[in-house]
């Protein structure tokens, strides 16, 4: 069982930046993928970005340029650095870690941009 904690949301102004983090209980580099999802009012979950442990990272199109995922493998720690926030980027951002046939998520950090 894959423990996952998000933090570092809150609210910000149209054009600012936040840096979410999500911190893994085990080594990252076990764990096949990792990546970031959102989840406006009244709308189903989207995913964001993500970072594989082979390969390139991507990116939705209504992120790709403005936001990066990156890691820390000494804290065990996905991050998601988010630019020139928009207000429709307002959402509870959660983690994702998939870990062979196991899919992993963590409770969520509400981004409220504000236009």
């Known amino acids: 069982q894959v423990q996952l904690v998000e933090s570092g949301g809150g609210l910000v102004q149209a054009g600012g930046s936040l840096r979410l983090s999500c911190a893994a209980s085990?080594?990252?580099?076990?764990?096949?993928?990792m990546g970031w999802y959102r989840q406006a009012p009244g709308k189903q979950r989207e995913w964001v970005a993500t970072?594989?442990?082979?390969?390139?990272?991507k990116y939705a199109d209504s992120v790709a340029g403005r936001f990066t995922v990156s890691i820390d493998g000494a804290k065990n720690t996905v991050y998601l650095q988010m630019n020139n926030l928009k207000p429709e980027d307002t959402a509870v951002y959660y983690c994702?870690?998939?870990?062979?046939?196991?899919?992993?998520w963590g409770q969520g950090t509400q981004v409220t941009v504000s236009s």
């Open positions: 970072r594989p442990q082979f390969g390139s990272r």
């Open positions: 994702n870690a998939e870990q062979g046939n196991y899919n992993y």
């Open positions: 085990e080594n990252i580099f076990r764990l096949n993928v």
